[in-house]
């Protein structure tokens, strides 16, 4: 962080579900390392098909009961389309992206062979079978990846990284080139019909708030290698990162959004002070 540069970091949910335990940690993490700094709050709806106008207001109840609070106007990623194809054609004017039609079993099927069998932070390591396609070629239907090797060439990099003030602090985490050509892959920028991805909208919204520091589960901590590559691409300030522990379940499972149980609304209901439930999560 640049000296004097005020710290600013974000919770950025996606209004699909109720938010729960896990949510809560996430979100009084980033509120409590932003401060003295300032606390944003920024809605992941891309995915219109999953994301409901009720489960955004009830994200914005939540976290008033949680006793947080944030700037207005609240940035929402559907309002961010045009700046998100912006990025995409200057990447594209780099000739880096390809159109891609491959649906997942015809990517499962590729790969069938059991030594090409990797798992990414984006799940099986894409074959490569439409990185031959121009973008002129694109169709409505095809998603548009980014070819990594070209990507890296065009650097000049043999390794990407950034550095977790939590996760080994002061030092940089790296992936190599080949580690990422092998382990990451093309990485979609723009899902079929969607204009965009998680990986390449965070970056860009990262960067349009002038967000210093980047909280965010540990599940994610793979993803973050894709974000430094794309923020060294599009000449982005790269951020520094925390990556925070998981709140698990009594069997030790990752929380998820239908886990209603858990939900901070159910604890709510049942009478539980705010104080309460940051007391189950540890804080
Ligand atoms: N919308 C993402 C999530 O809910 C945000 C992750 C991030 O902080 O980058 O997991």
Do not use: N
Not at 181 to 207: E, F, K, N, P, Q
Not at 231 to 241: E, K, M, N, S
């Amino acid at each position: 962080m640049a000296f004097g540069a005020v710290r600013r970091t974000r919770f950025a949910p996606s209004p699909t579900g109720p938010l729960h335990l896990g949510h809560a940690f996430a979100a009084l993490t980033a509120a409590r390392l932003a401060d003295p700094g300032e606390f944003l709050l920024r809605i992941e709806d891309i995915d219109r098909s999953r994301c409901r106008p009720e489960w955004e207001a009830a994200i914005h109840e939540d976290l008033r009961w949680l006793g947080l609070d944030w700037p207005q106007p609240v940035m929402r990623q559907s309002d961010r389309l045009p700046a998100y194809r912006a990025a995409l054609d200057r990447l594209a004017g780099m000739g880096l992206l390809y159109p891609c039609r491959c649906r997942r079993a015809d990517i499962a099927a590729a790969l069938s062979a059991p030594q090409e069998g990797m798992i990414g932070p984006d799940g099986p390591i894409y074959p490569g079978t439409c990185r031959g396609r121009a973008m002129e070629d694109a169709g409505p239907d095809d998603a548009i990846r980014l070819d990594v090797r070209r990507a890296f060439e065009r650097l000049g990099f043999d390794r990407i990284g950034f550095h977790d003030e939590a996760v080994l602090p002061g030092q940089r985490h790296d992936l190599t080139a080949e580690d990422f050509i092998a382990g990451v892959g093309d990485v979609v920028l723009a899902r079929r019909g969607m204009g965009t991805s998680y990986h390449l909208s965070v970056i860009v919204d990262d960067a349009a708030q002038g967000i210093t520091l980047v909280t965010r589960g540990k599940d994610l901590f793979d993803s973050t290698y894709i974000h430094a590559l794309l923020q060294a691409l599009l000449d982005l300030p790269q951020p520094l990162y925390h990556h925070h522990r998981l709140i698990r379940d009594a069997a030790g499972k990752r929380l998820a959004k239908r886990d209603d149980a858990r939900a901070i609304r159910s604890y709510r209901e049942a009478g539980l002070t705010p104080a309460e439930v940051c007391g189950l999560v540890g804080l």
